[in-house]
């Protein structure tokens, strides 16, 4: 069978670094990379980039779902690569210059001289001095230059490729740039600092009582980096990949209501579920479960310093989902495995997938249908 979408979750220990395929017939795949995981996944990323096939490295997209540094970390080396200026087509980020601004209005698009990586970096381009012509990499040209977001509550915004994928834009709203609009220095001094916070040793306890783990639901994400982050549904010769970057459980769940709505359905289901905040409590919401039923969820962590993917998290999605659908991690370890227990997947009827190493990520392949 015709592969349609294939979906790398590189090894990017606590981050995000994922690498899309939309396959055509008799064409070069549509590549999109979503984020570039924390700096130490710079090499890893550079590694796989030269993998590809030295005829066609093109990066269709590649997207920087929010400022937080297990995200840019190594978007950043990325986007400085001749590797970038070379093969990337567009670049979909929400700068400070896409946040609305009390003093100047709405938000606004790209203008001539506003720099990416400055943007990226806080480092200003000093005038006249840099980019040398054709330096300047493409910024969110889907969009006119100008912000990636889904506007009120509930919206969405979608974009087609010519025989490529559809891709609809599901979070942020244009309230969530807002709140990140007076905080945006500091969430980038956070980022350029790229302090992870002190680790503590993880004790997972056992998985017992699947229902009592998922039912605080109190607990919300409040980081307003994370809810200002791009979650993108991927479309692709009837195949899908939901890709929630740290997304906020709710405005994720508004958007998809507002889609499966637009469509005449009562849910959105996809494929793949790439699940928002590596699985975190605040974000995998019982409601966001239930509107994006999948037949494979993504946890992309490894547990490092937040101790992804937490309980609650994975509690609410064995108990949402559709029989017979599969979790797929990209690190197997001691918080991980415990998910693999047959007893478990036998009373709950699901499937389990690790890497064999490290070093393998998590891939997964869906095929083309009618
Ligand atoms: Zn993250």
């Not at 692709?236 to 709710?250: K, T, Y």
């Not at 009373?347 to 997938?353: E, K, L, N």
Request: hydrophobic share 40%.
């Amino acid at each position: 069978m015709a592969t349609a979408i294939r979906i790398e979750a590189l090894p990017a220990r606590l981050g995000d670094c994922l690498l899309v395929e939309c396959l055509r017939e008799g064409g070069r795949p549509w590549r999109m990379l979503v984020d570039g995981g924390p700096p130490d996944t710079w090499p890893r990323l550079e590694a796989r980039l030269a993998a590809l096939p030295a005829a066609d490295p093109g990066i269709d997209v590649a997207v920087v779902t929010h400022i937080d540094s297990d995200h840019i970390g190594g978007m950043i080396p990325f986007l400085r690569s001749e590797f970038a200026h070379t093969h990337v087509g567009d670049v979909w980020f929400n700068g400070r210059c896409h946040l609305p601004d009390p003093n100047r209005g709405p938000v606004r698009s790209v203008k001539q001289g506003e720099d990416l990586t400055a943007e990226l970096t806080g480092v200003p381009v000093r005038p006249n001095a840099d980019p040398r012509p054709g330096r300047a990499l493409p910024w969110n040209l889907t969009f006119g230059g100008g912000p990636i977001q889904t506007g009120d509550e509930g919206g969405h915004r979608t974009v087609a490729v010519d025989d490529g994928p559809t891709i609809t834009v599901l979070s942020p709203t244009t309230k969530r740039l807002a709140i990140l609009a007076p905080l945006w220095d500091d969430a980038l001094r956070a980022v350029t600092r790229g302090s992870e916070g002190i680790a503590v040793p993880d004790s997972p306890a056992p998985l017992d009582d699947l229902v009592r783990l998922a039912a605080p639901d109190t607990a919300r994400d409040r980081s307003a980096p994370n809810g200002s982050s791009i979650a993108l549904l991927v479309e692709h010769r009837g195949a899908s990949v939901l890709l929630a970057g740290d997304a906020f459980g709710n405005v994720l769940g508004a958007g998809l209501v507002g889609l499966a709505a637009a469509r005449g359905t009562a849910a959105v289901p996809v494929d793949v579920f790439k699940l928002p905040h590596h699985g975190s409590r605040g974000n995998v919401l019982a409601a966001l479960v239930e509107r994006a039923p999948a037949r494979h969820y993504v946890v992309s962590s490894n547990g490092d310093v937040f101790h992804h993917p937490d309980d609650a998290a994975l509690a609410r999605v064995v108990l949402g989902m559709p029989a017979g659908a599969t979790l797929w991690f990209n690190y197997a370890n001691e918080r991980t495995r415990r998910w693999d227990d047959p007893r478990l997947r036998d009373r709950h009827d699901y499937g389990t997938r690790y890497p064999i190493d490290d070093s393998a990520g998590a891939v997964l392949e869906l095929a083309a249908r009618p």
